[in-house]
């Protein structure tokens, strides 16, 4: 058993990408009651704890006031928490999931997330009727926050229009757009300049946080543009890449893209993206028409990623969750391993995601741990700092610092030295909530 394995309880399962989304993106289950603690916010005084300063713990004294983090005593105090000597750190992010996209099994994922120190989470594609029936049940003091890209913008016969339409027929469900189809409601096909300029109000429509959009073996596109036996295996033109950044950028909505290769990784960094939603090699194709060269990185790749300030998500443990040979999910994680440490040594900032639903970002960083790319330290800040940051870049999360928002994790032990003590979860606070689970 590995050590990720022994981190995890064995309690991790898989789930293909089908099954994500014949229930994660068409949400059509019932709901379950929440169980987390809901209170008024209270003055409180954290004492004798050592607070994470994004190098090591150091002995400090913090007060929750006005839900926010403050050294500064006030007046009066509602109730002192004596932390006897644990270790706290500020709540973990899941930069890549689709566990939140509707009422199916929302309310145990939330309770996981919270049980695991998640408090912020990222879902790049769903569905906009789906995201409001659980607007309810996110973003409050006693929930995770959340946002979402709600429909991606793709090509004819790309990713993701085979798992929409597989999920629907697995699931027996009604397909949410008004045609009786998911297209302009799951995803918007965009196949030239023309597509972009006439759907684009339907896109800002959908109200969404950030906008998705779909790169795939770009190195190959003409080839496949037309090929039906592509299908699900292409993305959009990367011309048109530069033109929707542009356009989103102008409405002050990030861009994210799902690529698959080197060539896409270079592709969107042109383009001008904000956020590469996963690594190249992240699942590589194995079939006999693809090649594994196209996947590793260049060093200059790297370093431009760097200057242009893009976030990269990881997604290594798709390849641990699907790939059933052991000789294929050996050459993966070598390609892994050594795009993370390109980016990681050019300075990328790095957030964690698995982009498998049913598992949480607990899944992805245990993972990364067993690469063995990432000290304990390193590993530790991705996850509480870049993480959380790369989510919700405006607000103040991810560090322990006055004027903070007060949300933070109590851990029994200390990560830095074992890394195993990011389950050791004692107390949980989010915006001076205390959580009970």
Known sequence: MSESENLNDGNLPRRSFLASAAVAILGLALESKASVHQSSAKTYEFLNGRWFDGRRFQKSKFYSVGRVLTTRKPASIDHVFDLAGK???????????????????????????????IFYVKNPANTQRDTNLIKGKINKPDSVDAIFANGPLAASGGHPLELYDKGAALAKAKKPGPDGSFENSAYYIVDNESDLQKKWPMI???????????LLYSEEFEKRRDDPSYHGYKGLDSKLLPLIVAKAHENNLGVACHIETAAD???????????????PGYYPDFSPRANLSWFPITKQDAALAARKKVDVVTTTYVSQAELTKPDELKQARAIQAGNLRLLHKAGVKLAIGPDIYGVTSLAETMNLYDLKVFDNLTLLKMWCEATPEAIFPNRKIGHLKEGYECSFLVLSGDPIQDFANVRKIEMRIKQGEILSM
């Open 87 to 117: 270790y706290v750190v500020p709540p973990f992010g899941d930069a890549h999931n689709h566990s939140l996209s509707g009422p199916f099994n929302v309310d145990s994922m939330i309770r996981q997330y919270l049980k695991d120190g």
């Open 204 to 214: 800002m429509a959908d109200r969404s946080d950030f906008i998705k959009t779909e």
């Open 265 to 279: 990784f270079r592709n969107v960094l042109t383009a001008g993206v904000d956020e590469i939603a996963h690594m």
